[in-house]
């Protein structure tokens, strides 16, 4: 049986809210044919990779809130759906309901008690989503991200926030992302109303109330409700999705202590000077473990130890504000004592395929913000040999 070599990691509960429905009248030569959201780009709808990029952070599941050409929605879930291994719904209105109609009909429609991430499905942010959805779940109120703009929207802008993260309009011009966080709750009193606009009504008596937390953005923005950020839209792409920063990290004795072969939950520690250094260096960044566990092929300990293990060590790193990506792991060696495992591996570091996978799934290319922090010889050849950058943890503080 072929080996994963992979930890599928624990998805956030939380039901991701596509604004898909709009006409895009301001691009009308285009949405004539394409609604905004699937517009292409690398052969490939831009929706395509909105979603893509929100599973990096580990959401798994979306609702396309939809209304004019449905159909083409439909399409592409049928096409995209299992490609990048997520779960899409639609949420299609009978009649047009505006951007708080569409969410309000949605949230009649789901049942389950996750949180909810409303966004554009004509707007990217490249910021971490992992660290934004960590404010948010520290007040559940909800929090919207403000971004700096010299571009005046219609939908909300002048605003700012006060010394408890308070949004308020000021003359200041920070603009709406058109991204939030919220839980239905929050939006209670507005169930009643059938058509009205998210921004415009719903946000603003929010905010005129002192209900809504912001965070300030500085990431790059692009919104392609004009001609000419349409071309601009490929060179954002490829600097803001393509060209997205990665840490790969070594486990043992990089960031947990090593006792030989550990595997027993009792003996898991954080080296903390390490996790402080990839905090303060490398919060942004996307990050995945790789890392050889021969301890398996040995029998040594089970795969179920080992996941077991991973799965206290990635609660320990997630109340530290660091958040995982991916975990890729190679339980083989030529020395092996079981049988399945006894081979030569090109997961097996300083072999290169878990690097491969990685960049490959994640839809990245290798440049200059890709890093390894290793502890050893093979952790060394493995960044050599994938041609990243490499940091040895006992030089990093």
Known sequence: MKHSHQIILEKKKVNVMILCGGFGSRISKVTKQTPKPLVKIFNKPFLYFLIKNLTRYNFDNFYLLTHYKNKDFIKFKKKYEGKIKTKISIVKEKTKLDTGGAVINALSKINNKNDFLLINGDTYLNADFNLIYDEFKKKNSLQ???????????KLNSMNINKKNKIY????????????????????????????????????????????????????????????????????????????????????????YDKSYTYKIKDLK???????????????????????????????????????????????LEKNNIYLSKIYYCPHHIDANKNNYKFNCN???????????????????????????????????????????????????
């Not at 071309?231 to 790969?248: A, C, G, R, S, T």
């Open 347 to 397: 997961f097996r570091k300083p072999n290169t395929k878990m690097i491969i996978n990685a960049l490959k799934e994640l839809e990245i290319k290798k440049g200059k913000n890709i890093f390894m922090i290793g502890n050893d010889i093979k952790d060394k050849k493995l960044a050599l040999k994938s041609k990243i950058k490499y940091l040895d943890q006992e030089m990093i503080n």
């Open 169 to 256: 309009f000021s003359k200041k011009k920070l603009m709406n992302s058109g991204i939030y966080f919220f839980k239905k709750k929050n939006l209670k009193k507005f169930y009643k109303i059938k058509k009205c606009s998210f921004e415009n009504f719903i946000l603003k008596k929010k905010i005129l109330s002192k209900q809504v937390r912001g965070i300030k953005s500085n990431n790059n923005f692009i919104d392609i409700g004009s001609y000419s950020s349409l071309k601009n839209l490929k060179k954002f792409m490829k600097n803001n999705y393509f060209n997205q920063k990665i840490l790969f990290l070594d486990r043992d004795n990089t960031i947990t």
């Open 270 to 316: 954080l080296i903390n000077k390490n996790i402080s250094f990839i905090k303060k260096k490398f919060q942004s960044y996307l990050k995945i473990i790789v890392t050889n566990q021969s301890g398996i092929g040995r029998g040594y300990f089970s795969e179920k130890n080992f996941k077991n293990f991973m799965a206290k060590l990635n609660n320990k």
């Open 144 to 154: 919207m991200l403000l971004i700096k703009s010299s571009k005046e929207s219609s």
